[in-house]
């Protein structure tokens, strides 16, 4: 086929629910459940579809069936914006979370300044290999469960969507669902949008998904929630109509505050799955009151999460009604009484506007934070510098009041970061430890930054060739602080008889021993003896400020392990060994094997024109009171693992108990808890070594191959002809059935 003449689109449409499937069956909001999303356009998309983020595969284990992809650049969808939205349509459930993650995706990178680039595979435990190689495309399984459930994989790198059938709802209580009906998760743009941030989350911070605190994995949950909430706003028709509705005032019960309705009516909810402002309880909505005790008082990883996306979700509100206080004493003659009836269409507008504008920064916002976060061990306290840092390098001045807003919103719910004076904006920033950088020669790290500036990714658009030219920039980086500044630190050792205790210095500053004083417990590197690190990432933002130029940062991040003992004086009697002997041997004492594993490092930040760095956010691997803080976290969840996880088959665990424990009952949650904590450690041993990595990427390869690419060739092909087994679709939607094993 000839090339076009014509110019590329700047983008495809492709119509998909608002919300899901549930809200067709209002007569008020049926109207509003179908928008056309503007997604990057890709001229190689391939059936499937299968793009250069995406590749989704639609096979149902539990059918054994495939079906037929969907064609978006076949001349008939492309006329219509896609196919029309469908709950019986395989086709349309893969344009459906094509369209959103793909949606999902530009917001981050929009936010970010750079391309997004998935996680790799990390640690095998049983091939007992560590891949560095990058996955190009995160995979999407439309129907990959028959359970109500659905979630980012990241062994996989894959979002596996779920389908079931709804429950049944109180006798007394309405249910837009049919009882006993297929719901699908992957037709919940909530759902949808919630699973693509985990693992865009995950290919940023890949140890955010370890359970190192309480609020680690509540906070994975937190971001995902609030990416999704906030996506709702960008929605015109759907937000307009939520508007009028509400006459303006937000606070009460609507969409706009709503995660995953059908799913949470599927499951016997009251409602939604999840409320930001407000919950049903005996058949009426009530609003939250925010509290102090809310934060330090809530438990499981939803719970807790719920907080934090309460959090931000006031600061929301109190911007966007600062910003329509004018619009409503302009409509109300400034009694700032809207009176009975419905509110004029021109007020409709231009309260939608503001809103979209408000939630709108709140989502860049949130994202934008993610590069000014530690790379281990976050807290939403961290989490609230980070907001408060990454909003003022771009708007030094902060007129519409965002950042008090969200400093606002964190403490009224208990939210308080550490080592901070007082809550007020400049006091909250990270701050540049340049006294202590000082003593050190950075010029050799700074001056391989400055000429990585004329690399191919600062100008590329190809995510393949920046996936690759970031794992030379990690070697490089991993080379400077291995070689370079260890070798400083050596020929400089303390005077302290321990060198690891020495006073503050750079390599403190930055959260790290490098110096063979350093206690035993930290990972050694098996060709030199001295402590190992990994250097996780090395990425590029160009981000435009609000006053005019631009901000080009490159963000480092560095980490190191430790092991970790529940005992103290085991911890000690460790961290003081003189002996050469690996502590991975077979010889090696076996109380001295690890109970848990210490990670400590720093992310860098630093001026991509200048190369000055800008800010240092570390995690001290040698800190006692981090030690010892994990340490009783980790007694804690033992305790919840004895008491909740493995109840006794006689007696249930009661709701106070499981409370006291910081884990609720339900089976769920426990088997959810139990996954967490059952997950390997992903960094295999020597992965500090990038040229023992590379070795063993060859026999990783050799050894391993994706599932659903062997079934789809070895089973698929094989059994196309035999006997069927009928999947949930009519037979005319099917492409391959295959019958069960």
């Not at 985990?198 to 359970?211: F, I, K, V, W």
Request: hydrophobic content about 35%.
């Amino acid at each position: 086929m000839a090339m076009s003449s014509y110019p590329l689109p700047p983008c495809r449409l492709m119509r998909v629910y608002t919300y899901d499937p549930s809200i067709n069956a209002r007569l008020d909001t049926a109207v509003i459940n179908e928008t056309t999303l503007q997604v990057p356009w890709e001229s190689n998309l391939e059936p499937g579809p299968v793009g250069e983020y995406l590749e989704v595969v639609d096979f149902d284990p539990a059918s054994q069936c495939f079906y037929e992809p969907v064609d978006l650049n076949d001349h008939h969808i492309l006329a219509q914006n896609g196919l029309s939205p469908s709950e019986s349509s395989p086709q349309f459930h893969q344009q459906m979370v094509y369209a959103v993650a793909m949606a999902t995706i530009w917001s981050f990178e929009q936010a970010l300044g750079r391309k997004a680039l998935w996680a790799h595979r990390g640690w095998d435990g049983k091939s007992r290999t560590y891949c560095r190689e990058p996955i190009v495309r995160l995979r999407i399984y439309p129907h990959a469960l028959r359970e109500p459930n659905a979630y980012y994989s990241p062994a996989k790198v894959a979002l596996l969507f779920g389908y079931f059938p709804a429950g049944l709802n109180a006798p007394d209580e309405p249910s837009e669902n049919l009882p006993g009906g297929l719901v699908f998760t992957c037709l919940s743009h909530d759902v949808v949008a919630h699973e693509t941030a985990h693992a865009l989350l995950h290919g940023l911070h890949r140890h955010y998904s370890e359970d190192t605190n309480a609020d680690a994995l509540a906070f994975h949950e937190a971001f995902a929630d609030i990416v999704a909430l906030f996506q709702h706003f960008s929605q015109p028709e759907a937000l307009r109509h939520q508007i009028a509705k509400t006459r303006g005032n937000l606070r009460g019960n609507h969409l706009l505050a709503e995660l995953a309705h059908q799913f949470g009516q599927a499951i016997g909810n009251h409602g939604a799955l999840r409320n930001a402002i407000g919950k049903v309880k005996d058949g009426a909505w009530l609003p939250h009151e925010p509290s102090p005790s809310d934060y330090p008082s809530a438990a499981e990883p939803h719970e807790r999460g719920s907080v934090l996306v309460a959090a931000l979700f006031d600061a929301f509100l109190a911007i966007y009604e600062s910003r329509t206080e004018d619009l409503i004493r302009i409509a109300t003659g400034g009694t700032g009484n809207l009176p009975d009836g419905r509110i004029p269409p021109d007020l409709v507008n231009r309260l939608a506007r503001e809103a979209s504008k408000a939630a709108s920064h709140l989502l860049w916002m949130a994202i934008r934070a993610l590069d000014y976060c530690p790379p281990v061990d976050l807290t939403f306290g961290d989490y609230l510098r980070a907001l408060i840092t990454g909003d003022a390098d771009l708007m030094p001045v902060d007129p519409m009041g965002y950042r008090i807003a969200v400093i606002e919103g964190f403490r009224r719910r208990g939210i308080y970061p550490t080592d901070v004076r007082t809550l007020a904006d400049d006091s909250l920033r990270w701050r540049n430890p340049l006294k202590e950088i000082e003593k050190h020669d950075f010029s050799g790290l700074l001056e391989a930054f400055a000429r990585l500036h004329d690399r191919p990714e600062r100008v590329t658009n190809d995510r393949s060739q920046i996936a690759s030219s970031s794992e030379e920039l990690r070697h490089a980086a991993w080379q400077w602080f291995k070689v370079s500044l260890g070798k400083e630190v050596r020929a400089n050792p303390s005077s302290s008889p321990i060198g690891w205790r020495s006073e503050r210095s750079a390599i403190s500053a930055l959260g790290l021993a490098l110096d063979e004083h350093a206690p035993r417990s930290i990972y050694r590197s098996e060709t030199d003896g001295l402590p190992s690190l990994q250097i996780h990432s090395v990425r590029y933002a160009l981000r435009p400020r609000k006053n005019g130029g631009t901000i080009r940062d490159v963000v480092v991040e560095v980490v190191q392990r430790r092991r970790g003992y529940l005992n103290p004086d085991i911890q000690r009697e460790v961290d003081s060994l003189t002996d050469d002997l690996p502590l991975d041997s077979e010889k090696v004492n076996p109380k001295y094997r690890p109970d848990f594993t210490f990670r400590g490092g720093c992310s860098l930040v630093i001026d991509g024109e200048s190369g000055f760095v800008r800010y240092v956010i570390a995690r001290d691997i040698l800190s006692d009171e981090r030690v010892s803080s994990r340490r009783t976290y980790e007694s804690r969840k033992a305790v919840i693992e004895a008491e909740v996880c493995h109840p006794t088959l006689t007696e249930a665990p009661s709701r106070e108990k499981v409370h006291d424990a910081y884990f609720k009952a339900d089976e769920v949650q426990s088997a959810c808890f139990a996954t967490h904590r059952a997950m390997p450690d992903e960094l295999g041993p020597d992965e500090e070594d990038p040229n023992a990595a590379l070795r063993r990427d060859e026999e990783y390869r050799q050894r391993s191959r994706p599932f659903d690419e062997s079934y789809r060739v070895e089973t698929a092909s094989a059994k196309l002809e035999r006997s069927y087994q009928l999947s949930y679709f009519d037979p005319q939607h099917d492409w391959r059935r295959i019958d069960g094993e």
